[in-house]
Each structure stands twice: as C-alpha cells, then as structure tokens.
C-alpha cells in the first residue's frame, strides 16, 4: 500500500493505492450492480419471511430475518459510503464523526453477521435434534430469543464504547474508506488477540463444525432409526444451513485460517495479495446472503408468478381518467332514456 500526491497550480490531490490491481471506477460499478440486485432480493426474502405466518413463525427463520435487516443497512449506509469513496476518491462527509460512525457500523453489522450464522449452526442442532428445549415460551425465550438478542446488542454496544476511543490521537486520512481509523484500543495486545478469537476464530469453529456435524447428526440418525418423516420434516432447516454457511466457506473462512496460520508463524508475505483481495470480496457475504436465502423459499416460482399475475391484473383492471370521463355521457344517456 502506498500514498502519493498528485500536485497543481492551487491543489493536491492524495491518491492511495491499496495493492489491488482492480480500478476503482470498475469497483464503483461492480459494487453498484451488486448493490441494487441485492437490495431488491433481500426485499424480496424479507417480504415473504414476515408476512408469511408460516414463515414467520418458523425458529429457524428468526436468525434469517434478523441477518437480513442487517445486510439492508449495511447495503443503504457502508456499501454506498465505500462507492463515494471510490468514485470520488474523497469521503463523503470530512469528519471525524462521520468516520467514527462509518467505522462503527462496518465492525459491528459484519461481526455480527458472522455471529448470527455462528449461532445458527449450533441452534439448528437444538431445533432439529433437542426441540424439547423449545418447546414453551419460556424455554424459547432463554434457548431461542435471548441468544438472539444478546448477539446483537453485544456488537452495538461493544463497538459503540470502543469505536471513539481515540486516546492516541490517530489521524484520519479524509481518501481512504473509514479513513483509515480504527480504535487505540487494538493498541492492546490482549484486546486484539480476544476480538481475533471472539469474532473470527470462534465463528468460524461454529460454523464448519457445527454445519458439518449437523448434516453427519442427521444421515447417522437416519440410518439409525429409519425415519423418512423425520428427515423430510428437518430438510429444509438443514438446506437453508449449507446454503448460508457455503457461502462463508468460501469467503469467510480462507482468510481467518490464513489470519491464523499467521498468527502462528508462517510468514507474512505468505498469501499477502490474497489477504487484500479477501477484504474487498467480504462485501459479497453481503451481497450474496439474500440469495442463499431466497433459494429456501417454498414454492419461490409459484410466488414470483403470483407477483407479476397480480400487478398484471392491476394494470388490466385499471380504468384511466380519461376512459371514465367518456363513459359519462353515455351513462347519462342511458339513464334519461
């Protein structure tokens, strides 16, 4: 990574380059695409996941939901913040504030995320094969809502205390995405090394081990007790897992297990240019999400098709003003006939 300025008669303009080799009007208009499709599909997901009572009322779609409100935020404040960024190669607003907030919600909505998928792969276990544990509200409440609830609001308020510490007067660079801040607190050795653990290390065990015993838990019952409906009850809740969790195998995981082997004394050097290019891909955990979940819908063609007849029937049945008005005289005929 480097800094270098570009000078004239009355400005300098600072252009920083990150080591990718991808312009950045090329990653406005990649993340551009991938922005508004995601966004219309996350509304999608979202409309049937709430206003379906089936759906709604499913266990395992209540950490779904809550994912997706996520992405819509991430979607609606960061992406188009990092887009500015990269059209304009300046910060949207030059503050400080702004750049604290900036930061804030980018720690707490992709930590979080990573948590809740975390959390689903060990609470699938529950739903599938310990569902005694959820079987009253009050049980629902300690094993099912509250962990819910506890995950969200450790991001807002952790990230919320230690996002303005600021003690060591880090500078903000006003042409870098979040401008280049980050709290004097992972100055701390023992801090760095439990946020490491915490939101990287421990999610990333949840979710490759708790989706890959999950899928071994059910063909070994399976087999053991010959239960079809068993099986063909839970299906879903177990696709609706792999699917999410493909897709932080395959973006999530590779970096915290290079992170990782880093840590324990492979070189740096090592899966360098990897390590840059995964950070600017971490953005499709986002993008993708919603469609993972949409491929879990039930009957999703018989509902999309149900959406266009609809709004096609609207258009048909439509009578415009102008084709009502020259409907009156012939109903005013008729009536003094």
Not at 5 to 14: A, D, G, L, P, R
Not at 27 to 50: E, G, K, P, T
Not at 123 to 128: K, N, P, V
Not at 272 to 299: K, R
Request: glycine fraction near 4%; include cysteine; proline fraction near 4%.
């Amino acid at each position: 990574m480097s800094i270098s300025n570009i000078s004239s008669s009355n400005t300098i303009k600072f252009v920083f380059d990150d080591g990718i080799a991808i312009p950045y009007i090329a990653r406005f208009w990649i993340f551009l695409i991938s922005n508004i499709l995601s966004f219309i599909c996350c509304l999608f997901v979202l409309y049937h996941f709430l206003f379906d009572s089936n759906l709604r009322r499913g266990l395992h779609n209540h950490v779904m939901i809550i994912i997706l409100i996520i992405c819509l935020i991430w979607e609606l404040t960061d992406v188009p913040w990092t887009m500015y960024v990269a059209l304009y190669e300046v910060v949207w607003i030059q503050t400080p504030t702004f750049c604290m907030i900036w930061k804030f919600l980018d720690s707490t909505l992709y930590t979080t995320i990573a948590k809740l998928v975390g959390w689903a792969s060990v609470e699938r276990h529950i739903l599938i094969f310990h569902d005694q544990w959820v079987s009253t509200k009050k049980k629902r409440f300690f094993i099912h809502y509250l962990p819910l609830t506890f995950i969200v609001l450790y991001g807002v308020v952790v990230y919320g205390t230690i996002t303005p510490m600021n003690d060591c007067n880090r500078p903000f660079y006003y042409f870098i995405p979040f401008c280049a801040y980050y709290s004097c607190v992972y100055d701390s050795v023992a801090f760095s090394l439990y946020e490491y653990i915490t939101s990287g290390v421990l999610c990333s065990v949840l979710i490759g081990f708790g989706s890959t015993l999950l899928v071994l838990r059910v063909i070994l019952q399976k087999r053991r007790l010959q239960q079809q409906i068993q099986w063909r009850k839970h299906r879903k809740m177990i696709l609706q897992l792999l699917s999410v969790t493909s897709l932080f195998f395959v973006l999530y995981l590779p970096p915290i297990i290079l992170a990782t082997a880093q840590k324990l004394g492979l070189p740096s050097y090592v899966g360098a240019q990897y390590a840059l290019y995964s950070q600017l891909f971490a953005y499709y955990i986002v993008f993708l999400f919603p469609f993972t979940c949409l491929s879990t819908i039930p009957q999703l063609g018989t509902r999309i098709k149900n959406i266009f007849r609809c709004r096609w029937r609207q258009q048909t049945n439509a009578i415009h003003p102008e084709q009502w008005a020259s409907r009156v005289p012939v109903v005013t005929r008729m009536n003094k006939q």
